[in-house]
């Protein structure tokens, strides 16, 4: 089996550099994956960097107008090759053993994997982590900013595991969500495994896929649960969870500006589909009205209840 790594970009080309860097270390030989890029409308030079840029892989770039993250992935997968569909993002560098763990995963017959995904908290405050510029508006005293200068990432950094592991493992702390995850496909197996379905790190197969007829486009241009919408339907039909804590990844944090008010609203659509108070418990914890502890007690709420039926 041989996998297609979907990648949706958005004016992100700061951190879509390092992306990109972290894929030309991958253990996985060059023969067992493809790399399929979609730029979503960029107007930051990502076209042209990633058409002028050279690559160890198979390559290809698919150019859309802005349709949204739903529209960007579906596109990947229409122009992916192989039967293993890895979606990450943008913003994720990639342990070498990433795309390798995803593909042997499947070849024991799994069909939907999730990855871990770690965060590198004090990246958020850049707009280029390589260049080390910061955020537009953010008031940074100077004290601050000669401090923040050594969280740069620099291309080098990944080019050895003793690098790699200096600079970005031994700076990462595991998500609040990823840690949710974690405890969910763990300790209660296809109770709740939809919230898995993390577009930054999940593999499934192409079959799949496109028997649940991807991503639920309406989302439109709105941030958030297009992903777990459609981890939603593949749980209701049985299709089963796997996680894998060698396919890992590290996200370069970002302030992300409307994040609340976006997520809230494609809960709402999210929500009507199916009317699933869980759903709801579930936007409350990404956005922080309850705890990890609390979210769990849904679980044995669930339990509780099906006992009873």
Not at 94 to 117: N, S
Not at 123 to 147: N, Y
Not at 260 to 272: D, I, V
């Amino acid at each position: 089996m041989k996998a297609s790594v979907v990648i949706p970009t958005y004016n992100k080309i700061g951190r879509l550099k390092l992306v990109v860097e972290s894929l030309k270390y991958q253990t996985a030989s060059t023969e067992d994956f493809e790399v399929v890029f979609v730029d979503d409308g960029s107007d930051d030079g990502t076209v042209r960097y990633l058409e002028k840029e050279s690559f160890p892989f198979h390559c290809n770039v698919v150019v859309q107008n802005h349709m949204g993250r739903a529209h960007t992935r579906n596109t990947g997968v229409k122009n992916a090759k192989h039967d293993i569909i890895i979606f990450t993002d943008d913003d994720l560098i990639l342990q070498r053993d990433f795309v390798k763990a995803h593909i042997e995963k499947h070849r024991e017959r799994e069909q939907i994997v999730h990855g871990t995904v770690y965060n590198l908290p004090r990246t958020k405050f850049f707009k280029d982590p390589i260049k080390g510029t910061f955020m537009d508006g953010l008031e940074i005293r100077d004290s601050v900013k000669k401090h923040l200068a050594e969280e740069r990432i620099l291309p080098a950094m990944l080019g050895t595991e003793e690098d790699f592991d200096r600079y970005i493992v031994k700076k990462s702390k595991i998500a609040a969500l990823e840690d949710m995850i974690k405890t969910v496909l763990r300790e209660y197996p296809g109770k709740m495994d939809w919230i898995a379905f993390v577009g930054g790190n999940v593999s499934v197969t192409k079959a799949v896929f496109e028997e649940v007829q991807g991503f639920d486009e309406n989302f439109g241009l709105r941030w958030g649960c297009e992903d777990v919408e459609l981890g939603y339907r593949m749980m209701k039909r049985g299709i089963p969870f796997c996680y894998c804590e060698e396919a890992a990844n590290h996200h370069i944090t970002h302030y992300r500006a409307g994040f609340s008010g976006e997520h809230a609203l494609n809960t709402e659509y999210f929500y009507k589909k199916y009317h699933d108070s869980v759903i709801l418990d579930f936007h409350k914890f990404i956005s922080g009205e309850i705890t990890k502890e609390e979210f769990i007690d849904t679980l044995h709420e669930l339990n509780d209840a099906v006992e009873l039926a």
